[in-house]
């Protein structure tokens, strides 16, 4: 039976999470700041700027007022990037319809503060909305999901029985989600291995090979979970769809926008060239800041993405920073070195 659901964010994500509620059979509003955008999906039923190759159901409204897009939703799917969610969070809380079930769709952790995603809307919202926040993450590429290719997903929530809503609203034979309860583990594992994806895309652009990338991206699961450990996640998460799945898709996977970074930053490029190129949100670049900094607050060692940032500050050039990492101190493989709490 299909729910109202309202999809905030009309970039890649949102857009294609819309489309696979309108074909799950659910009645679906869009809402987008860009008024031209809302005017071109609702005229030619394309999306002008994200996945423009991929028709819109026509049970998709597109909107430009919040109110409207909220009014009556049973599911909130959060798709803006992760620097609007606090705005447009703020003024959706009187909005929205107090039982409806939230969804957060965006990978990142607020620079400034260093929480993660649902901590966020934890702080913004009514209480009342706090023990229905579920996290969607794990291996899933826009354009796949809107083409129905097969995908498998999380959805976690600490009320497990939130996600198994969710789970259920959006599971499909071409979109398959597994129900968690570590939040945390899901929401630092899809932040944090788009600044893994940039670090083995500097290598891949240097020409460094697949032994570089299968070390790059096995030490970028260590530091994941490293800091999660650290803040109180499940180290098992980390080894689930939302930590190495979703990270050996993002580092390889040539839609993937952050991996797309590194390639560019390994050849040599500057970074304001390569995102005006891209025009979208690389989520990884405002990661890579938030996390170093959050690392620093709880004392753990983060060297691949404290290598990605001295790259995207231009304070070493992509091979001497390959050279870093390679000559660091030598250790334990599992000496991970982050105090107890």
């Known amino acids: 039976m299909g729910v109202r659901a309202a999809v905030l964010g009309a970039g890649s994500f949102g857009s294609c999470l819309s489309i696979l509620c309108a074909d799950r059979g659910h009645d679906v509003t869009l809402w987008a700041r860009d008024a031209e955008m809302v005017a071109s999906i609702a005229r030619e039923r394309r999306n002008p700027r994200f996945l423009k190759d991929i028709d819109f159901p026509a049970a998709i409204r597109p909107t430009t007022d ?65 023990p229905r926040i579920t996290v969607l993450s794990g291996p899933s590429f826009a354009k796949e999901v809107a083409q129905h290719m097969p995908t498998v997903v999380t959805v976690a929530c600490r009320e497990e029985a939130y996600a198994i809503a969710v ?14 309860t570590d939040v945390l583990g899901v929401e630092v594992g899809g932040a944090l291995k788009n600044v893994i994806a940039i670090a083995v895309g500097v290598s891949d652009g240097l020409g460094l090979g697949l032994n570089a990338r299968a070390a790059t991206m096995t030490r970028g699961l260590a530091e994941i979970t490293r800091l999660g450990v650290r803040m109180g996640a499940n180290p098992l998460t980390f080894l689930g769809l939302s930590g190495m799945g979703d990270l050996v898709l993002t580092c390889t996977g040539d839609l993937s926008r952050n991996r797309r970074v590194g390639l560019a930053l390994g050849q040599g490029r500057k970074l304001p060239e390569i995102l005006e190129e891209i025009g979208e949100v690389a989520e990884g670049v ?26 995207l500050d231009g304070a070493v050039d992509p091979r001497d920073g390959a050279r ?18």
């Not at 447009?88 to 400034?112: F, H, N, T």
């Not at 101190?329 to 982050?338: H, K």
């Open 66 to 130: 919040l109110g409207e897009a909220l009014a009556d939703a049973e599911m909130v799917i959060v798709a803006v990037p992760s620097h609007a969610v606090r705005d447009v969070m703020s003024r959706a809380g009187s909005l929205m319809p107090s039982e409806a079930l939230l969804v957060l769709a965006v990978k990142g952790i607020e620079e400034g503060t260093g929480k993660t995603m649902d901590a966020v809307l934890a702080e913004v919202l009514p209480a009342c909305f706090e």
């Open 167 to 180: 789970q259920s609203h959006l599971s499909c034979p071409w979109f398959r989600c597994y129900s968690e």
């Open 286 to 311: 405002r990661t890579t800041y938030a996390a170093c900094e959050l690392a620093g607050k709880l004392g753990v060692e983060l060297p691949i993405a404290q290598g990605v940032k001295l790259l």
């Open 324 to 341: 870093l990492l390679l000559t660091r101190q030598l250790r334990g493989e599992r000496d991970w070195n982050y105090p107890a709490k």
